[in-house]
């Protein structure tokens, strides 16, 4: 295939449509050396794939039959030098060249390296451009000189690392880091972080090698990420360290040195990739007051919608500490973290996910940034192992008290603690700062400490003046489990089943559902408004056309659920919804409540559950439904 065959291929791919006299044109050829090429073309047209016919009135296009076959023998004829045939391979080929090029690059330089048309080019880099966007990146255009990413180098890095996460990278100049070369790195990143004694979750690992390499790949071509010295400040002196050494190891091994700014950059990386999953001797874990404030404001939005009184489990405080603490510099940064069990999470803990969500509109008030699924994700599984732990029974802790000087002061403390969480913990001891080098932490689950902790700590460790205006922590309720109560029934009325829902908006949808709740419930009033600042924090859409709206905070003295079928789905923000379930949880716990979410959980991710009460619109469908999904 010669080159002139090869570019009139690329200017008529993407179902673009040109005209004989506009093909000459852009070749550099005459009309009938155009028709000449296509007859040439077609000959082969079975070995290609692809054929070129006329479209009457408008010029020729491309036909391809065989996209396989047509792809190949364009790659085998360019060599190394192949060009992307499909959008994805093209758009990629865009977000890689253009976010390693720090000048403008001329549209038309784009469709001679891409064979593209103009229309086709532009289509391509809208797409990109909302691939930048994401990453707080723009693609800025200038007349005569043509399209360049503008941004920061870290918002940079972090597109460039997701393409090449999600893709191959494929520019011949820039070499393609394998998949080899990536297990080396992450290799020798594991091989550092053991040495220093540092843990960070295995399934985060391979991000950070990337994260890593890109780094050694923009410090090579003189582009520096600046960190701050309020930045600086914030990091922590054993994760500079180990990114120091990070540095060290990978630079050593790709001819890069990486200077200051560069190591506190991966630190900064390695700061947001721990989570409270990590080893309990992954060092010292000092919680700041800033995440422990954040954390108790999570727990309380979640305590006023949902009867689980969490704010008195202590574990479940320590988990979100040790997770919030990374997270925050995630959304800090715009870093992203992936959560390969997502799927599995919102399917089985799906009460779980519902409160996480509504947590993290604490993060995204306090950080003006978007929680994504993934990280809701993570946060849910802190909460499914509360809920776990309520339907179990709480395991008591054992605390060890730290403290400066003052044996009679430290007493004083120690009582007010066993006070509070007489509840939650199995005993609370005693030690001087001085003596801790000669403490069993194995007996101790965390510390308590009225000092910093210089001594190195296996357990997290918590300033107990952080708990300073707590107040009675609310006294732990045991799930018993209630046998022979028939809760379906209790909960779901068929006075409160609209089969027929008229609504063209979420507010309508609502408006109609708490009306019907107002009238056979006697719940009047603020309940459409609370509903309404629920939906405002976050979205109780969740996928499957169905959403599970509720009030900000409790309201009700019964626990009932309002059910409305759509006539037809509706925008609920992000999602399609056609069944809406309106859930109203009553003010004080029944033993069955964990039940009664963990089924209609159940019941609301079963498609053909949904579909079949969509299909058939009957208080009896969505009974039947129900039993057949029943957890007990």
Same mark, same amino acid.
């Given at each position: 295939?010669?080159?002139?065959?090869?570019?009139?291929?690329?200017?008529?791919?993407?179902?673009?449509?040109?005209?004989?006299?506009?093909?000459?044109?852009?070749?550099?050829?005459?009309?009938?050396?155009?028709?000449?090429?296509?007859?040439?073309?077609?000959?082969?047209?079975?070995?290609?794939?692809?054929?070129?016919?006329?479209?009457?009135?408008?010029?020729?296009?491309?036909?391809?039959?065989?996209?396989?076959?047509?792809?190949?023998?364009?790659?085998?004829?360019?060599?190394?030098?192949?060009?992307?045939?499909?959008?994805?391979?093209?758009?990629?080929?865009?977000?890689?060249?253009?976010?390693?090029?720090?000048?403008?690059?001329?549209?038309?330089?784009?469709?001679?390296?891409?064979?593209?048309?103009?229309?086709?080019?532009?289509?391509?880099?809208?797409?990109?451009?909302?691939?930048?966007?994401?990453?707080?990146?723009?693609?800025?255009?200038?007349?005569?000189?043509? +399209?360049?990413?503008?941004?920061?180098?870290?918002?940079?890095?972090?597109?460039?690392?997701?393409?090449?996460?999600?893709?191959?990278?494929?520019?011949?100049?820039?070499?393609?880091?394998?998949? $080899?070369?990536?297990?080396?790195?992450?290799?020798?990143?594991?091989?550092?972080?053991?040495?220093?004694?540092?843990?960070?979750?295995?399934?985060?690992?391979?991000?950070?090698?990337?994260?890593?390499?890109?780094?050694?790949?923009?410090?090579?071509?003189?582009?520096?990420?600046?960190?701050?010295?309020?930045?600086?400040?914030?990091?922590?002196?054993?994760?500079?360290?180990?990114?120091?050494?990070?540095?060290?190891?990978?630079?050593?091994?790709?001819?890069?040195?990486?200077?200051?700014?560069?190591?506190?950059?991966?630190?900064?990386?390695?700061?947001?990739?721990?989570?409270?999953?990590?080893?309990?001797?992954?060092?010292?874990?000092?919680?700041?007051?800033?995440?422990?404030?954040?954390?108790?404001?999570?727990?309380?939005?979640?305590?006023?919608?949902?009867?689980?009184?969490?704010?008195?489990?202590?574990?479940?405080? %320590?988990?979100?500490?040790?997770?919030?603490?990374?997270?925050?510099?995630?959304?800090?940064?715009?870093?992203?973290?992936?959560?390969?069990?997502?799927?599995?999470?919102?399917?089985?803990?799906?009460?779980?996910?519902? %409160?996480?969500?509504?947590? &993290?509109?604490?993060?995204?008030?306090?950080?003006?940034?978007?929680?994504? $699924?993934? $990280? +809701?994700?993570?946060?849910?599984?802190?909460?499914?192992?509360?809920?776990?732990?309520?339907?179990?029974?709480?395991?008591?802790?054992?605390?060890?008290?730290?403290?400066?000087?003052?044996?009679?002061?430290?007493?004083?403390?120690?009582?007010?603690?066993?006070?509070?969480?007489?509840? &939650?913990?199995?005993?609370?001891?005693?030690?001087?700062?001085?003596?801790?080098?000669?403490?069993?932490?194995?007996?101790?689950?965390?510390?308590?400490?009225?000092?910093?902790?210089?001594?190195?700590?296996?357990?997290?460790?918590?300033?107990?003046?952080?708990?300073?205006?707590?107040?009675?922590?609310?006294?732990?309720?045991?799930?018993?489990?209630?046998?022979?109560?028939?809760?379906?029934?209790?909960?779901?009325?068929?006075?409160?089943?609209?089969?027929?829902?008229?609504?063209?908006?979420?507010?309508?949808?609502?408006?109609?559902?708490?009306?019907?709740?107002?009238?056979? &419930?006697?719940?009047?009033?603020?309940?459409?408004?609370?509903?309404?600042?629920?939906?405002?924090?976050?979205?109780?859409?969740?996928?499957?056309?169905?959403? %599970?709206?509720?009030?900000?905070?409790?309201?009700?003295?019964?626990?009932?659920? &309002?059910?409305?079928?759509?006539?037809?789905?509706?925008?609920?923000?992000?999602? $399609?919804?056609?069944?809406?379930?309106?859930?109203?949880?009553?003010?004080?716990?029944?033993?069955?409540?964990?039940?009664?979410?963990?089924?209609?959980?159940?019941?609301?991710?079963?498609?053909?559950?949904?579909?079949?009460?969509?299909?058939?619109?009957?208080?009896?469908?969505?009974?039947?439904?129900?039993?057949?999904?029943?957890?007990?």
């Amino acid at each position: 295939m010669k080159e002139r065959t090869l570019s009139l291929v690329g200017l008529l791919s993407g179902d673009a449509c040109c005209s004989a006299a506009d093909l000459a044109t852009r070749l550099g050829v005459s009309d009938r050396t155009v028709r000449s090429t296509i007859r040439s073309f077609n000959e082969r047209a079975s070995v290609y794939g692809a054929r070129i016919e006329t479209v009457y009135g408008r010029g020729y296009r491309l036909v391809v039959d065989d996209p396989d076959a047509l792809s190949s023998h364009l790659r085998r004829e360019q060599g190394s030098g192949a060009i992307p045939r499909t959008p994805r391979e093209r758009r990629q080929y865009l977000l890689e060249y253009l976010l390693t090029t720090s000048d403008y690059v001329r549209k038309s330089d784009l469709e001679e390296r891409l064979f593209v048309s103009t229309k086709v080019l532009t289509e391509d880099l809208h797409e990109v451009e909302s691939v930048l966007s994401e990453y707080g990146l723009a693609l800025e255009r200038r007349p005569n000189h043509g +399209v360049r990413v503008t941004g920061s180098e870290f918002d940079r890095r972090l597109c460039i690392a997701s393409v090449i996460e999600q893709f191959s990278w494929n520019l011949p100049d820039e070499g393609s880091p394998s998949s $080899e070369v990536i297990e080396h790195v992450l290799s020798l990143i594991r091989q550092t972080l053991d040495e220093a004694d540092l843990s960070v979750p295995e399934t985060v690992l391979y991000s950070l090698s990337v994260h890593v390499l890109v780094a050694a790949r923009r410090i090579r071509a003189g582009a520096y990420v600046p960190v701050s010295d309020g930045e600086r400040a914030q990091l922590d002196q054993a994760t500079i360290a180990a990114a120091r050494a990070i540095a060290e190891a990978v630079g050593g091994q790709l001819g890069v040195t990486f200077p200051d700014e560069e190591v506190d950059y991966l630190a900064i990386h390695l700061s947001g990739k721990r989570s409270f999953e990590e080893a309990p001797d992954a060092g010292n874990i000092t919680i700041t007051s800033d995440v422990d404030e954040t954390v108790r404001a999570m727990i309380a939005r979640v305590d006023d919608a949902y009867p689980f009184g969490l704010g008195s489990d202590l574990e479940l405080h %320590m988990n979100l500490c040790r997770h919030v603490g990374p997270l925050g510099v995630r959304l800090h940064y715009g870093m992203h973290l992936k959560n390969p069990l997502l799927p599995e999470i919102r399917e089985k803990y799906f009460l779980a996910y519902s %409160m996480a969500a509504l947590a &993290c509109t604490v993060l995204e008030e306090k950080y003006d940034a978007k929680v994504s $699924e993934d $990280e +809701v994700g993570y946060v849910a599984l802190a909460l499914a192992l509360a809920l776990e732990r309520r339907r179990t029974g709480v395991a008591r802790k054992r605390i060890l008290l730290v403290y400066g000087s003052g044996a009679t002061s430290a007493q004083l403390v120690k009582y007010k603690y066993e006070q509070e969480f007489a509840d &939650c913990t199995e005993t609370i001891e005693t030690v001087n700062a001085a003596s801790l080098g000669s403490v069993d932490f194995s007996r101790f689950d965390y510390v308590l400490s009225t000092v910093p902790v210089r001594t190195k700590v296996p357990v997290p460790i918590l300033r107990v003046s952080l708990f300073s205006d707590w107040g009675q922590i609310d006294e732990v309720r045991r799930v018993i489990e209630s046998d022979g109560f028939d809760w379906i029934s209790a909960y779901y009325h068929e006075e409160l089943f609209v089969a027929h829902l008229d609504a063209c908006t979420r507010e309508e949808a609502l408006a109609r559902l708490c009306a019907l709740v107002g009238e056979e &419930c006697g719940l009047q009033g603020e309940l459409l408004d609370l509903v309404l600042k629920r939906e405002r924090l976050a979205p109780t859409s969740f996928g499957n056309r169905v959403a %599970m709206p509720h009030p900000i905070r409790t309201v009700s003295e019964q626990t009932f659920v &309002c059910v409305g079928v759509l006539d037809k789905p509706i925008r609920w923000v992000d999602r $399609e919804v056609q069944v809406v379930f309106l859930v109203s949880v009553a003010r004080s716990k029944r033993s069955d409540i964990q039940r009664f979410y963990q089924t209609t959980a159940r019941y609301l991710m079963d498609e053909r559950a949904i579909s079949h009460l969509i299909e058939r619109r009957s208080y009896e469908e969505l009974v039947r439904g129900l039993e057949a999904t029943r957890t007990d």
